[in-house]
């Protein structure tokens, strides 16, 4: 399943789904994000944060995420546009909720999209 980030605030406002699965992380700022996620008002469960700079990632994330597909519920994406392309990706090869967190990163740690 493949969800915006309009769904996901939609999804955490209402009944709290992301809460209760195990999600990994995928991005740029991997310890602020991840630091912020866990916390409160959010309380995820990220067991998995792997870092993503640039497309040169892209083959080794995918293959991390086919291989590790038993270890997370949902995959959170927030890479620019190749976020788009890892979203696709992991809910095609590992059945998996993956979220292209789009800029949401920024507007949590920084207050603004940019």
Not at 59 to 87: K, M, P, R, Y
Request: glycine share 6%.
């Amino acid at each position: 399943m493949l969800v915006s980030i309009g769904s996901w605030r939609k999804t955490r406002v209402s009944g709290g789904c992301l809460q209760a699965s195990v999600c990994s992380l995928v991005t740029r700022e991997i310890e602020p994000l991840r630091a912020t996620l866990e916390r409160e008002p959010y309380h995820l469960n990220i067991v998995t944060a792997l870092p993503f700079d640039s497309y040169d990632h892209m083959q080794e994330t995918l293959e991390w995420i086919q291989t590790n597909q038993d270890t997370f519920d949902v995959a959170l994406f927030s890479c620019g546009v190749n976020a788009v392309v890892l979203a696709e990706r992991t809910a095609a090869l590992a059945g998996k909720v993956a979220i292209d967190f789009g800029k949401a990163n920024n507007i949590i740690l920084k207050g603004r999209a940019n």
